[in-house]
């Protein structure tokens, strides 16, 4: 499974951004997704990520309320909609794939980087 990553951007503070992760190769209605997020000098950190089966969403504290995934399974891709964004949320954002319960993915896209401006 190939995932593309895409839909990062500069934006500023209270603003919106949706990214997106197309999959080739699978698909995606029968894979856990995750969204990860790297800053820089940080490590990488599990953002949102939604099941396997029964597509259940799961959030970091940080993003709760503010960030929304989500599945189209007749596009192959998964969304990630992030709304009220902070500079705090600026970094590269990740979205990975497996069949995984526990969060660790098997299939990663290359980042799309999301700056927010104060």
């Known amino acids: 499974v190939q995932l593309q990553a895409s839909g990062g951007g500069l934006v500023q503070a209270g603003g919106s951004l949706r990214l997106s992760c197309a999959a080739s190769?699978?698909?995606?209605?029968?894979?856990?997704v995750g969204w990860f997020c790297q800053a820089p000098g940080k490590e990488r950190e599990f953002v949102a990520g939604?099941?396997?089966?029964?597509?259940?969403?799961s959030y970091t504290d940080f993003v709760k309320g503010r960030f929304t995934i989500s599945r189209d399974n007749a596009k192959n891709t998964v969304y990630l909609q992030m709304d009220s964004l902070k500079p705090e949320d600026t970094a590269v954002y990740y979205c990975?794939?497996?069949?995984?319960?526990?969060?660790?993915?098997?299939?990663w896209g290359q980042g799309t980087q999301v700056t927010v401006s104060s």
């Open positions: 990975a794939a497996g069949r995984t319960t526990t969060r660790e993915y098997t299939y």
């Open positions: 190769g699978g698909t995606l209605g029968t894979y856990a």
């Open positions: 939604i099941a396997w089966i029964g597509s259940r969403t």
